[in-house]
T-cell receptor, first 111, second 109 residues
Framework: DAGITQSPRHKVTETGTPVTLRCHQT?????MYWYRQDPGHGLRLIHY???????DKGEVSDGYSVSRSKTEDFLLTLESATSSQTSVYFC??????????FGEGSRLTVL | GEDVEQSLFLSVREGDSSVINCTYT??????LYWYKQEPGAGLQLLTY?????DMKQDQRLTVLLNKKDKHLSLRIADTQTGDSAIYFC?????????FGAGTRLTVKP
């Protein structure tokens, strides 16, 4: 298994609170991604990073921000969580080709 | 419509073959991946095919690609209960990977 750790694995929070999800990798891969998984939609890209401090938006970036201060860590922040952000969030890594390896997921519930 | 479409459900009997189908819209896709997701877990790479290939076989898995019709299929021979999972088709163009909604395969004993 690729060395990817997501934390927390489960979180319940209230509308309007800030939330940060962490993805940590031990593979020294250049690219890191955040996806959300919702029934009927598969996985949709939120943001990705192509290096330290280099990030870009994905398909569903509204309401999310990211940061990458070290190669191994990629943080996803919801500044003010909403119920529509209840989802399962997956981190993925890639060395630059198209192949991606995925973490185990973080289930977020916003009440 | 969606860029990548899959049937949502498939049910087979143990020992039968399963065929999961996928259609996509981007004809310039270079690699096409199949991922498997078991309950409560992340996505596990199953297999992939290059766009210049028609078929790829890997033990019980056979991938067929029809580029003209933009149709991809995954055949699992001798399906086992451990194959019960959600299967995602994911074509890639450049650095952009798109996912279908996933096909939930149920294997009945």
């Amino acid at each position: 298994d690729a060395g990817i750790t997501q934390s927390p694995r489960h979180k319940v929070t209230e509308t309007g609170t800030p939330v940060t999800l962490r993805c940590h990798q031990t593979e020294n891969h250049r690219y890191m991604y955040w996806y959300r998984q919702d029934p009927g939609h598969g996985l949709r890209l939120i943001h990705y990073s192509y290096g330290v401090k280099d990030t870009d938006k994905g398909e569903v970036s509204d309401g999310y921000s990211v940061s990458r201060s070290k190669t191994e860590d990629f943080l996803l922040t919801l500044e003010s969580a909403t119920s529509s952000q209840t989802s399962v969030y997956f981190c993925a890594i890639s060395e630059g080709g198209s192949l991606r390896f995925f973490g185990e997921g973080s289930r977020l519930t916003v009440l | 419509g969606e860029d990548v479409e899959q049937s949502l459900f498939l049910s087979v009997r143990e020992g039968d073959s399963s065929v999961i189908n996928c259609t996509y819209t981007d004809s310039s896709s270079t690699y096409l991946y199949w991922y498997k997701q078991e309950p409560g877990a992340g996505l596990q790479l199953l297999t992939y095919i290059f766009s210049n290939m028609d078929m790829k076989q890997d033990q019980r898995l056979t991938v067929l690609l029809n580029k003209k019709d933009k149709h991809l299929s995954l055949r699992i021979a001798d399906t086992q209960t451990g194959d019960s999972a959600i299967y995602f088709c994911a074509p890639v163009q450049g650095n952009d990977m798109r996912f279908g909604a996933g096909t939930r395969l149920t294997v009945k004993p």
